[in-house]
């Protein structure tokens, strides 16, 4: 039985990824390879002064870089530490005391790295595991998120576990609160509008 | 795109609030006014007959015209007294379910309460209605709350959700929504697959002989989840 392709991540997003630069960046997302064969005439790729890339060097490259590599079996893809078991642990503990801003992919976009991670082979096969274990983190935030972002006008300063928690976000959460934070304060103004007309 | 962001993510409080004045409501004339229809053509719409004290039904924007020209009295509906938003605090707060308010109660409530306050009837004054909304808003949105946490990449399902509720909800919802399939692309074939074997398991177990779950059998623990 031939296995369907899955189909690419990120697609028909009501708010446009191709113009997203969140998107772009999650692309620049460093993943440590080891190099299958010999390379002629790449040895700048390592950073070093050797003409030629030697066969088992280790070598980080951004991901839009090493997955057409990976896919032809070039390079060998090593997962990335911030999507290796110790984060993966601290999730599954407690997914809402993990800072994700400085994990991942370009800008913060550990999620969206994730996925292309999890994909990187392009269907030939899934990383479950990863997943899963990202699902379920963005599952458990997303409903703090969702809280906080409707208590911003409420809440006075910058203090507090809820400060704390959203100092951690990741690009797609800090989306989702945005746009939690704009529906709220939207609400609030039309409400408060209506009471200036009436006093009127 | 010519369409702004904010645009793209539904209605704002504003457009439902001017939708919203086409709804009819009921009021009492204080004019007597026969059949009469705008000037708008053959299919203009037609208000009246008004014969006071009789009661009459007019779209909202019309009530509330009329209402600040001092020649009628709005009705305030039934739902919107004391005693029914007590009783539907009460079901709000002891069941899981949201109450059957009306679609439009955020909006009708709000636009009523501010523009014809005085129409309230004294045993319900409008200071009182205001704290009893208050209240039944916060409970249902607790409940929202709760229902987020059910949010999956699949269906949800929240019966009796007012307009305006839907929309504050639209734009986090969505993007959770998408996220969540971007996490997840296979999750409803997994579900599809889940809902034939409870259904149709004679059918099922035919598809799955031929091998056409394969790569859902692999994932079958993702499935577990949800």
Known sequence: ?200 | MALSHRRRWGLTPQDLDFANQEREIEIVPMVRLPLTSSNDGPLAPQFGPFNPPQKAKVPLWFALQMKKKGKCRIVVPGWLSVASLEETLREETSSDDFSPLPRDYVELSNTLLHLASDDFPLHSSSDKVKILLKDIREARQAKIRVGAGALNPVHLAMPHLSSMEILELRPTFSTAFQRLRELNPEAERHEAIAGMWLEKEGEARRRAELGEFERGDAQEGMEEEY
């Not at chain 1, 990202?134 to 576990?161: F, K, P």
């Open chain 1, 1 to 200: 039985m031939a296995s369907q392709p899955t189909p690419p991540p990120r697609q028909g997003d009501p708010a446009g990824d191709f113009y997203s630069v969140e998107a772009a960046l999650a692309d620049s997302l460093k993943v440590p390879c080891q190099v299958m064969l010999d390379i002629p005439n790449s040895g700048h790729l390592e950073g070093t002064a050797e003409k030629h890339l030697r066969k088992g060097t280790n070598l980080e490259l951004p991901f839009w870089l090493a997955q057409p590599l990976i896919v032809k079996d070039i390079m060998e893809l090593k997962v990335p530490l911030s999507y290796g078991p110790r984060v993966r642990n601290a999730l599954t503990a407690s997914a809402r005391s993990v800072n994700l801003r400085n994990l991942g992919g370009g800008g913060g976009a550990f999620y969206a790295g994730g996925v292309l991670l999890a994909h990187s082979t392009q269907g030939v096969m899934v990383d479950e595991p990863l997943v899963k274990a990202l699902d379920s983190a963005y599952r458990e935030r997303m409903i703090e998120v969702m809280d906080q972002s409707q208590h911003t006008s409420a809440d006075g300063g910058g203090e507090g576990a809820a400060y704390e928690f959203c100092q951690g976000l990741d690009t797609w959460e800090k989306q989702l609160f945005h746009r939690g934070e704009t529906a709220a304060k939207e609400f609030k103004q039309w409400s408060e509008a209506k009471l200036k007309k009436a006093s009127r």
